[in-house]
């Protein structure tokens, strides 16, 4: 049964089993951001905790991280800075490789994307291990910026993620699944 209390946007997030692998409940979000008012609802429950918050730049990894990323830099009024798979960056960088469920991955930022003491928000669509957001934290620590929280769409509570956040700047899930 569906919490009648719960935004509307929620409703046009769908279930997904078995992608992108066998045992995989996928979020697909794809059916809330071609509806106008889910997509809206969705970027409204993102921003409220950070409204008035003095945020200088949002800070988000491709490629949907990158959707509500833009979105909630321009309802801030902040900057927007990409993290990006390796490769694909143009100006020298700092990257940061991280440990996945099998295997590795790596993250790479523009060293020169952060003036030192700025207020970075991070922002993904969904937490799950957490893994993607820790390296992105790391990213932003080594420009000496300053991680002042962490926005997700969806939290997937049962897989930990915000174990391995614990500790540091607040983590608001719009939604915890
Ligand atoms: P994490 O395990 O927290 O590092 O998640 C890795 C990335 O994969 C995040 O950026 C999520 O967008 C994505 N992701 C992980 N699990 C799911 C899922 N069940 N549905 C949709 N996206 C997911």
């Known amino acids: 049964m569906r919490d009648p209390a719960l935004p509307s946007w929620t409703r046009r997030v ?72 390796p490769g694909k960056l143009p100006g020298r960088t700092v990257r940061q490789t991280y440990a996945l469920e099998y295997g590795e991955d790596t993250l790479e930022i523009h060293a020169d994307a952060l003036p030192a003491g700025a207020r970075v928000l991070l922002v993904d669509d969904v937490l799950a291990t957490g893994g993607t957001l820790d390296a992105t934290r790391a990213l932003v620590e080594r420009l000496d910026a300053r991680v002042v929280g962490a926005g997700v769409l969806i939290e997937l509570a049962a897989l930990g993620g915000r174990a391995r956040w614990n500790g540091m700047a607040p983590l608001h899930a719009a939604w915890v699944v």
């Open 14 to 85: 769908r279930d997904i089993p078995d992608f992108p692998r066998p045992g995989i409940v996928f979020k697909d979000i794809t059916p809330m951001l071609a509806d106008a008012d889910g997509f809206a609802g969705a970027i409204d429950t993102l921003a409220a905790p950070w409204r008035g918050t003095g945020i200088d730049a949002i800070v988000a990894v491709e490629a949907r991280g990158f959707i509500f990323g833009a979105a909630l830099a321009r309802t801030l009024g902040t900057g927007f800075v990409p993290v990006r798979k």
